[in-house]
């Protein structure tokens, strides 16, 4: 079974970088098997796929969110990250990394895998 756990500040600053890291366990992320994506929640709203990464290292990123968004892995630790850049209020998100074999259901925030989602608030 895969498992995912984020982790990262619950905590930023307007202007600066939000950096997340999924820590997977029960499967390599550099298996074809799965993609690897980071997921949010703003409170109130629906969730939003942010982008993905696949085990050859390929990237895919939400078109709305490219500009500041940044995915990269470290194979080392079985983990991938999220930086994501110039944040705003509106970033403040329950912020969840997910795995699945499909990438199309992943953009409509379908995933075969889930963490439990780390809250990050976006405040000076």
């Known amino acids: 079974q895969v498992q995912l756990q984020e982790s990262g500040p619950g905590l930023v600053k307007p202007s600066q970088t939000l950096p997340l890291t999924c820590t997977v366990s029960?499967?390599?992320?550099?298996?074809?098997?799965?993609?690897w994506s980071w997921i949010r929640q703003p409170p109130g709203k629906g969730m939003e796929w942010m982008g993905a990464?696949?085990?050859?290292?390929?990237?895919w990123y939400s078109p709305s969110l490219k500009s500041r968004t940044s995915i990269s892995r470290d194979p080392s630790k079985n983990q991938f990250t999220l930086q994501l850049t110039s944040v705003t209020p509106e970033d403040t998100a329950v912020y969840y990394c997910a795995a699945g074999e499909d990438l199309a259901a992943m953009t409509s925030t379908r995933a075969d895998y889930w963490g439990q989602g780390t809250q990050v608030t976006v405040s000076s």
């Open positions: 990464i696949n085990g050859a290292g390929s990237i």
């Open positions: 029960g499967e390599s992320i550099t298996s074809d098997y799965y993609y």
